[in-house]
């Protein structure tokens, strides 16, 4: 018996008062220096309920800064051209009506219309894809981890830098980071959730870091290390069996930085 069809379920991404962003950030902050109000709708207000686009732009160009609803069908993307890509909250919708795209390599995942159906909120972990839960709760513990960093290299800041040296060196040469987690992000339609997980995970491991008083070199490595801890959650998936995918895997969760390196000879 043939297998049925996974059904496409399609989200946007909302501010966290619930208001739809503009689709095009650029756009909507010439307009507003200009004095104009960007239109726009609460999808909480409206849920479970059909919604007419306030002010529809020609099929389908970016000729408002709020020109259709943008709807994606791989939430690991969604993230990509909001104002402010965190927090936000993430809605299940419909697409009614007519609709189209750009007809370019996002048609698949990309969809406008003029009018939606409010079907339900959801996670909003689900916008850095399936594995948003775990990146998440990553991030939560960064301050506590970069604390905990930061106070492991001021009690032997000559051998933890060595030891994070060595590690760097080899994050470097292999691209775990810029090149291996980024096509697999890619390729997985999850870019922009890596994106702003590198961002988020950066931002809070700095914060902590400095607050525990330490110095910018060691600030900039232990940022490092928090970006590619939570790359390597989001990633995690797509991490083969093969000895080299496990080293990488292993860089990236920061395997060999708690114990210190040897003294070269």
């Given amino acids: 018996m043939a297998r049925s069809a996974r059904p496409v379920v399609h989200y946007m991404a909302t501010r966290p008062d619930g208001t739809v962003p503009p689709t095009t950030p650029h756009l909507a902050a010439y307009y507003s220096g200009l004095g104009e109000t960007i239109p726009t709708v609460n999808f909480a207000d409206h849920i479970g309920e059909s919604i007419d686009h306030p002010s529809p732009g020609e099929r389908w160009y970016t000729d408002k800064p709020f020109s259709y609803f943008h709807m994606y069908t791989r939430p690991g993307e969604i993230l990509e051209r909001l104002e402010e890509r965190w927090p936000v909250r993430l809605w299940e919708v419909e697409p009614l009506g007519e609709t189209g795209n750009w007809g370019n390599d996002f048609a698949p995942y990309w969809l406008m219309s003029h009018q939606v159906r ?119 998936d797509r991490i083969r069996t093969g000895e080299y995918e496990q080293s990488i895997r292993g860089l990236l969760l920061g395997a060999g930085l708690d114990t210190p390196a040897p003294v070269p000879a």
């Fill in 118 to 236: 409010v079907v339900r909120e959801v996670e909003a972990w689900r916008a850095f894809g399936h594995r948003g839960a775990q990146v998440l709760a990553a991030i939560a513990q960064l301050p506590d981890l970069a604390r905990q960093w930061a106070t492991e290299w001021a009690a032997d800041p000559k051998g933890t830098r060595r030891t994070y040296k060595a590690w760097e060196t080899r994050v470097d040469e292999t691209r775990a980071l810029t090149s291996w987690a980024f096509w697999r992000a890619r390729y997985s339609r999850r870019e922009a959730g890596l994106q702003t997980a590198n961002q988020l995970a950066g931002d809070a491991a700095a914060q902590a870091a400095t607050d525990a008083g330490a110095d910018p070199h060691a600030v900039a490595l232990i940022q490092l290390r928090a970006r590619c801890l939570v790359a390597g959650q989001l990633m995690f």
